[in-house]
């Protein structure tokens, strides 16, 4: 049995405001050791319940800050930029049983610690086929295009609530609890690991394949400045529907996030310094 953690930083233990997870702060270098403790929390977790092999994919911002030297040497770990499906590369590799989501968080205009999706402004809402999107939804859709089920979610009390609606037999764990986007009542990294850990374990006896499902999908993306919108039909098939907003249709799921990404990509370059 092998398991893929998609590991993502917003979500995880004691994390509340942007420098926590901005790469070269202070407090981006205290929260890595807190967000390494609830990766390998789910990792040993995994392998107790009978995992045999588990992956870690960082997925957060430059994808180099999860602490190697503290994860258990039977874990493996995928670093670095610029893989084909980002957050849940490995997935299409086809000896993937189950994928957990662990220090994910809400998407773009919800509540949430830190909710956002893929970009920490400028997108302020996406939506599937009419339905708003997380990062959660848009990695399940993915992995579920590979038969590989979401077997674990961590990150705040919403982000497990929102997790119901794309992995609805996953097991979660609400590392903290919302206040604000920048405000949550947190618990200790003792604590939360080990709620992780048995989570991880109990989660094993979902990891199995399943059928792929693989089916065109409408993505529409909003932006706070119309500018943006204009940036991101610079991608073939994007087009506009509204001041702020876009649309595209992906044949499939790798098809669509590539898109996104892609998307994505062009309006970051696109942000003007105060003005976005």
């Not at 968080?105 to 009419?130: F, I, P, R």
């Not at 982000?159 to 949550?184: F, I, L, N, W």
């Amino acid at each position: 049995m092998k398991i893929l953690i998609s590991a993502d930083m917003e979500g995880a233990t004691g994390v509340t405001c942007p420098a926590d997870v901005l790469p070269g702060t202070p407090r981006w270098e205290r929260c890595r050791t807190m967000f390494t403790s609830d990766v390998n929390a789910a990792a040993t977790g995994f392998l107790a319940g009978g995992a045999d092999e588990v992956l870690v994919n960082e997925a957060h911002w430059t994808m180099r800050n999860l602490l190697l030297e503290e994860l258990d040497p039977r874990v493996r770990m995928l670093t670095g930029r610029h893989k084909d499906l980002s957050m849940v590369e490995g997935v299409q590799r086809g000896d993937v049983d189950g994928v957990a989501f662990v220090g994910y968080h809400t998407g773009a205009g919800t509540e949430g610690v830190l909710a956002h999706t893929y970009l920490a402004n400028s997108v302020t809402g996406v939506w599937v086929d009419g339905t708003r999107a997380s990062e959660g939804l848009l990695n399940a859709l993915v992995a579920a295009e590979y038969g590989v089920p979401v077997v674990l979610v961590t990150g705040d009390d919403r982000t497990c609530e929102d997790a119901k609606g794309y992995a609805p037999h996953a097991r979660t764990v609400a590392v903290k609890e919302y206040v604000s986007r920048y405000a949550a009542i947190c618990r200790t990294p003792e604590r939360t690991a080990a709620d992780v850990h048995a989570a991880a374990s109990a989660a094993t006896t979902l990891a199995r394949r399943v059928e792929p499902v693989s089916e065109s999908h409408e993505i529409a993306l909003e932006f706070d400045a119309e500018h943006l919108a204009g940036a991101a039909t610079l991608v073939p098939g994007v087009r506009r529907t509204g001041e702020c907003r876009v649309l595209y249709t992906a044949p499939d799921m790798y098809q669509g996030i590539r898109c996104f990404k892609a998307v994505t990509t062009i309006v970051s370059a696109a942000v003007e310094e105060t003005y976005g």
